[in-house]
Nanobody, 125 residues
Framework: QVQLVESGGGLVQAGGSLRLSCVAS????????MGWFRQAPGKEREFVAA?????YYADSVKGRFTISRDNAKNTVYLQMDSLTPDDTAVYYC?????????????????????WGQGTQVTVSS
């Protein structure tokens, strides 16, 4: 059974940093795309970042967030710097079981097959 478990969320002041981790179990995803999405209250889930052979970022986080992975640990990370209150949301890790998803699919939550339970990130002003 595949599981994705996020950690690292919390409360931080504006301008601060957090590092989210997502550990996968049940299978390896070293060749698969993995992504981070977020959902704020009353809003739809939105793309944040993804990693496959390349990395992809939402415009709103480009230059502030960095996605990376450690295949030996089956883990993907999201380093978040220069946080603002607009970054407040539940952050979800996701994994795509297919190796054939088009690049455009990296930005679409429907392209991902496995999801974590989410971790809350709250940025105070």
């Amino acid at each position: 059974q595949v599981q994705l478990v996020e950690s690292g969320g919390g409360l931080v002041q504006a301008g601060g940093s957090l590092r989210l981790s997502c550990v996968a179990s049940g299978r390896t995803f070293s060749r698969n795309a993995m992504g981070w999405f977020r959902q704020a209250p009353g809003k739809e889930r939105e793309f944040v970042a993804a990693i496959s052979r390349s990395t992809y970022y939402a415009d709103s986080v480009k230059g502030r967030f960095t996605i990376s992975r450690d295949n030996a640990k089956n883990t993907v990370y999201l380093q978040m710097d220069s946080l603002t209150p607009d970054d407040t949301a539940v952050y979800y890790c996701a994994a795509d079981k297919s190796l054939n998803t088009a690049v455009t699919g990296r930005f679409d939550p429907k392209s991902y097959d496995y999801w974590g339970q989410g971790t809350q990130v709250t940025v105070s002003s």
